[in-house]
């Protein structure tokens, strides 16, 4: 794996390349903005997602998509889930036996597909045996300033996700292994909309009980409908789980506590989003995992009530009130 081609540009693309041309070489990311390409290539830096952060001389940024792709060993996916689907089309003409490893978190709003479901969907059945997904607690500004960072890797491939357990870990990136793709995907989706939700509580004024108890809450909720669609019931507690969750609700970095933070001053999603450089990909999750769980009837009452602030203009204040007043029932 001496050819690897980072896919996308944003904040954790880069944090990543960066991370990758500094503990293993060389190293190519695909940039759509061609002013974001232009600075990586002269001044080292991405001034639009990551201007803070002197970038590794070992990464070289590509226009060429296709081309780069078909050159490399692995792929390593860090675009945004709405446009994940576009961007896997591109690469089937392309895709041999590459691996892909897959950083993206989220569902397709359209067809409630998973990352992996998608690339499944677009590049067939064969893809999931070089698919492994990196998930965890991690900003890309704190991996880039070298705070030590474990994640966990996954695959239903042993070997494959050994060999990248071993490759990409370092004294910076702590990887553990797991097997169970689906809860891990879950996970890693939904603690956006918990991030929003927690975003939405400190932007009304309320403190770390509140929080602290949106926390234990949304992780029975996450794996009720994690469970429902395979994943295992302990993968809620690790990184991709509770450990993930924590960083994003606890964590000002997060854009999507940024965006629930904006929502309860009583700005409209709208203006927000129109004003924001990232993509808060929680905002196209929460109407995913909202559709799943009336579909198969699961109760996500946070996902509801998240649901109805952002789309329904429900008052952040009543919603809050409207979960403790909920029945009262058994822990």
Known sequence: MTNILVIGGGSWGTAF???LGRTLGPVRIWVREEEVRRSIREDKRNMAFLPEISLSPNIEAVDDLEKAAAAADLLVHAVPSKFSRAVFERLRPVLGEQVIVNLSKGFEA????????????VLGDRVI????????PSFARELAQRHPTAVVAVSYID???EKIQKTFSSPELRIYRNTD?????VAAAMKNVMAIASGIIHGTGYGYNTTASLITRATVEISRLGRR??????????????????????????RNFQLGVQVASGR?????????VMIAEGVETTRAAHTLAT?????MPITEKVFQVLFEEKEPRLALQELMQRRLKPE
């Open 129 to 136: 045996s070089q698919w492994v997904t990196i998930s965890g």
């Open 229 to 254: 669609m395979g994943g295992r019931k302990e993968t809620f507690w690790g990184l991709a789980g509770i450990g993930d969750l924590m960083l994003t609700c606890f964590g000002p970095l997060s």
């Open 159 to 161: 070997t494959l996700v």
């Open 295 to 299: 579909r198969l009837g699961i109760e």
């Open 181 to 185: 793709l689906p809860g891990i995907e």
């Open 110 to 121: 359209s067809s409630l597909m998973t990352l992996s479901q998608m690339a499944r969907d």
């Open 268 to 276: 409209s999603l709208k203006e927000i989003q129109s004003e924001m």
């Open 17 to 19: 390349a960066d991370y």
